[in-house]
């Protein structure tokens, strides 16, 4: 394992400057911290790492340390390189003893036939082509949503509008009682913000949550989701219907059932990233079309003008990035554009940072509305790109259609308050005033 290396230059001619490993500060450990994204991306940051040209090393306090891809071109070639960038020891920063990657492996955490096995399962249910037949449920969700924030005039934007209509969708989706969207919800948020003291009393690097080690995120959460997964699942048994949760439990899918903790994990992922991923997109792409007045008008102009809202609705989602990074583990040694991968280092891809690459994307830190091609990684790339990108997407583009359509004006009441996360870049609270059309 090597340890240091002086400035060189790498076999694409780009200046290495000395980056460190074991031990030595490489001065980029801001990125791993919560606290740094209560106020903000630290885009400079991101920046001057994806200035060195080849992946940076970043040391952490409580792991061995990771490579930092933020380049496009790195993320990109992770993302689809899977025999050498493998899921399989996990896909969060932290790491997970055998038996606890055992007890939580999804499809995310598989590589190969038993990941497309476990996608196969649910993928065509989340296809372009089944999630553009819930255009009109989501159109009516969200005409239902927004009408009522209107009558409120004063509102958290989180709470009453973007919180509320991915998880509605998904229950309707997965055929799961819509009444129940409330604790699904506040489930999900103790699960995904386990940084947060907000949403979680179990927050993982202030307390010690060794007793949940087995559970997903760490978190007690994950026992209320499970027991209702259970649930949902011995019901599905007794009587199946023709939803997606149906085809999930049948005796044949995919070559044998799924075990009953396959199934709450896999519930587990569908509601946690289902959820919170959307909601914070629709937030943050207000915040974003609020600091552009320009962005704004066009919208306020057009409204109904689909290919527009398109084009809107992927720019979004490249500047808001809302799943920062997930982590891949080498499987062999290999040079990264100069840097010495080596057998079992972590990989963490960070799209957040990709999605502002120059040579990626002419003038990142413009938010055009238009622009085409954007080629962004929001949703990653590769075998594991996002299951359920048509359902943000659709979901994204409505909303903002429909918002467009009834809004006569907005206003900022407060600041946002920004989710304690270095994972999900997420808006906990944004408080507006609306006034209708
Ligand atoms: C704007 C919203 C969303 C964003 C930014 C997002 C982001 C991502 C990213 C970056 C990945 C790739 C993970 C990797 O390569 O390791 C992913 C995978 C995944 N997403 Fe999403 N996601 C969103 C919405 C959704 C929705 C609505 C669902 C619906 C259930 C969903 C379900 C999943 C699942 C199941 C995977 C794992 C796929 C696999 O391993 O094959 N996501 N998502």
Not at 36 to 42: H, K, N, Q, R
Not at 229 to 246: F, M, Q, V
Not at 265 to 280: C, D, K, M, P, Y
Not at 403 to 413: D, G, K, P, Q
């Amino acid at each position: 394992m090597f340890s240091y290396r002086s400035a060189s230059r790498s076999a694409s001619g780009r200046t290495i400057l000395p980056v460190t490993a074991n031990g030595q500060t490489g001065g980029f450990e801001a990125i791993v911290s919560h606290d740094t994204y209560t106020t903000g991306v630290p885009w400079d940051l991101f920046a001057r790492m994806r200035e060195h040209g080849s992946p940076c090393w970043v040391n952490e306090t409580d792991g061995a340390g990771f490579w930092a891809l933020t380049r496009h071109a790195h993320v990109f070639h992770a993302s689809s390189t899977p025999r050498d960038f493998s899921c399989a020891r996990g896909i969060r920063l932290e790491e997970l003893d055998e038996d606890e990657l055992e007890a939580r492996r999804t499809m995310m955490e598989y590589d190969g036939a038993e990941h497309a096995r476990l996608r196969r399962l649910v993928g065509a249910g989340f296809s372009r082509k089944s999630i553009a037949s819930y255009e009109a449920s989501v159109r009516g969700l969200a005409a239902q949503v927004l009408d009522r924030a209107l009558e409120l005039g004063e509102l958290d934007f989180v709470e009453e509008v973007s919180r509320e209509l991915p998880i509605r969708m998904l229950c309707r989706i997965l055929g799961v009682p819509e009444e129940d969207a409330g604790e699904l919800v506040e489930w999900g948020d103790a699960l995904i913000s386990n940084a947060d003291p907000e949403f979680s009393m179990a927050v993982v690097d202030q307390v010690d949550t060794e007793e949940f080690r087995l559970l997903p995120f760490r978190s007690p959460a994950a026992r209320a989701v499970f027991d209702y997964a259970s649930h949902i699942r011995k019901e599905r048994l007794r009587r199946p219907t023709d939803d997606i949760i149906s085809g999930m439990l049948a005796e044949d899918a995919g070559g044998r059932p799924l075990t009953e903790l396959e199934f709450q994990n896999f519930f587990l992922l569908l509601i946690v990233a289902g959820n919170e991923t959307t909601r914070h997109t629709i937030s943050h792409g207000l915040l974003a079309l609020l600091d552009h007045p320009e962005a704004y008008e066009t919208l306020d102009a057009a409204p109904g003008e689909r290919g527009l809202f398109e084009s809107a609705t992927e720019e979004i989602l490249r500047w808001t990035s809302v799943t920062m990074h997930f982590r891949r583990t080498l499987t062999r040694d290999l040079d990264l554009d100069g840097a010495p991968l080596r057998r079992g280092d972590k990989a963490v891809l960070w799209y957040i940072a990709a999605n502002r690459d120059p040579e990626a994307f002419p003038e990142p830190e413009r938010f055009d509305i238009r622009r085409s091609p954007n080629p962004h990684l929001a949703f990653g790339a590769g075998r594991h790109v996002c299951l359920g990108a048509w359902l943000a997407r659709l979901e994204v583009r409505v909303t903002f259609e429909e918002l467009f359509r009834r809004l006569r004006a907005i206003e900022l009441t407060g600041p946002p308050d920004r989710l304690r996360s270095n994972f999900i870049h997420g808006v906990k609270h944004l408080p507006v005033r609306l006034v209708p059309r």
